[in-house]
């Protein structure tokens, strides 16, 4: 069983200053930083999605902003592969599933930003293509949303998506708990 580390959307808009903050991304860039750590010690693969909204009305993500850019906790390495994507399902549109049947990858060890958007829609994607998906749950993030006049905190919002993940679709672990 081969595995790789899927890193999703660690972005500087994200981020305190950024266009779209979320809530606490610099405790889960940190963990995305020490699994990062650990799967280079091991020499295993890492593949790093990177949101570009190109609109005219795009909110944050923005081409040629310093927002879209990766944010310096998980620098991809000129040996690490870096896919643009546009949608929230990370292999919608891109060359993910390609790239990982190629490297023979069975499982994938997810960590990103937002837990509540493309991390979900990748990791629920992931296993309905056959992937086996381990969530690093402190190593992701979500924002506070709204609904139906209610303010959701996003660390609410983070947990119901983990929880939702954790029920039928992947094995959450912490990035203290990752091998």
Not at 21 to 28: F, G, K
């Amino acid at each position: 069983m081969a595995r790789a580390l899927l890193i999703i959307d660690i972005q500087n808009d994200y981020f305190p200053g950024g266009a779209f903050p979320l809530v606490e991304p610099e405790a889960a860039a940190a963990n995305a930083g020490r699994a990062l750590s650990t799967f280079r010690a091991a020499s295993e693969p890492v593949v790093h999605l990177q949101h570009v909204w190109d609109a005219p009305d795009a909110a944050f993500m923005k081409p040629g902003t310093d927002g879209v850019a990766i944010h310096a906790s998980v620098t991809p390495l000129e040996s690490e592969t870096v896919l643009q994507k546009a949608e929230p399902n990370g292999f919608v549109g891109t060359a993910l599933e390609a790239e990982l049947r190629g490297r023979g990858v069975d499982e994938l060890v997810v960590a990103g930003m937002m837990s509540s958007m493309c991390v979900d829609a990748t990791v629920r994607a992931a296993v309905d293509l056959g992937f086996t998906a381990t969530v690093i749950h402190d190593a992701c993030a979500a924002p506070d949303l709204e609904f139906g006049g209610a303010a959701i905190p996003g660390q609410t919002v983070h947990g119901a998506f983990m929880a939702a993940l954790a029920s039928n679709y992947a094995t959450l672990v912490s990035a203290a708990e990752l091998r």
